[in-house]
T-cell receptor
Framework: AQKITQTQPGMFVQEKEAVTLDCTYD???????LFWYKQPSSGEMIFLIY??????QNATEGRYSLNFQKARKSANLVISASQLGDSAMYFC????????????FGPGTRLSVLP | NAGVTQTPKFRVLKTGQSMTLLCAQD?????MYWYRQDPGMGLRLIHY???????AKGEVPDGYNVSRLKKQNFLLGLESAAPSQTSVYFC????????????FGPGTRLTVT
């Protein structure tokens, strides 16, 4: 079974609008970490935001926020005020400490920001 | 600081040839990782290391070997390359505390013909 599911292969958003990228995860552990990474067309992986499973508040980093719904096992990324430079692949990932340093990535969502 | 560097950036191999990919980090990170990225898929963990002299298997370790003789370096070896190993390979490193945020290298594009 897939541990990380990103159901939106591609998304479009108008510049300056907000967009939500979906991520659901599957784990039986109580302690885990959730990450979002951005991969522009140049290929590098850029860390965006982190949410720990015991964090009571949703994580925020500038224009990025993580909508964490633990009971639903979802960790959606919200990008506010989209910019043309936000066009990229976005990956959700999970770290499960009980499996050593095993990180699992989702298949990604390609976001295109329209002018 | 250079961060995480990978050598080489591109490589073409013939089936059966061997090669070693080198990853180096200058952030004094304890943990290092090797991933592969194939079209339409996210990154998949090949091997990782939690410290000098220790390595462990990830999700897709078959056909690869690794070594971590020095804290700053993590080597990925392909003993007998196969076309199925055509991929982009990423190295990453992280501290062993905090949120384990991974810092990635620029990637190596490997083609096996």
């Amino acid at each position: 079974a897939q541990k990380i599911t990103q159901t939106q292969p591609g998304m479009f958003v108008q510049e300056k609008e907000a967009v939500t990228l979906d991520c659901t995860y599957d784990t039986s552990d109580q302690s885990y970490g959730l990450f979002w990474y951005k991969q522009p067309s140049s290929g590098e992986m850029i860390f965006l935001i982190y949410q720990g499973s015991y964090d009571e508040q949703n994580a925020t980093e500038g224009r990025y926020s993580l909508n964490f719904q633990k009971a639903r096992k979802s960790a959606n990324l919200v990008i506010s005020a989209s910019q043309l430079g936000d066009s990229a692949m976005y990956f959700c990932a999970m770290r499960e400490p009980n499996y050593g340093q095993n990180f699992v990535f989702g298949p990604g969502t390609r976001l295109s920001v329209l002018p | 600081n250079a961060g995480v560097t990978q050598t080489p950036k591109f490589r073409v191999l013939k089936t059966g040839q061997s090669m070693t990919l080198l990853c180096a980090q200058d952030m004094n990170h304890e943990y290092m990782y090797w991933y592969r990225q194939d079209p339409g898929m996210g990154l998949r963990l090949i091997h990782y290391s939690v410290g000098e002299g220790t390595t462990a298997k990830g999700e897709v370790p078959d056909g690869y070997n690794v070594s971590r003789l020095k804290k700053q370096n993590f080597l990925l070896g392909l003993e007998s390359a196969a076309p199925s190993q055509t991929s982009v390979y990423f190295c990453a490193s992280s501290h062993r505390t905090g949120n384990y945020e991974q810092y990635f290298g620029p990637g190596t594009r490997l083609t096996v013909t």
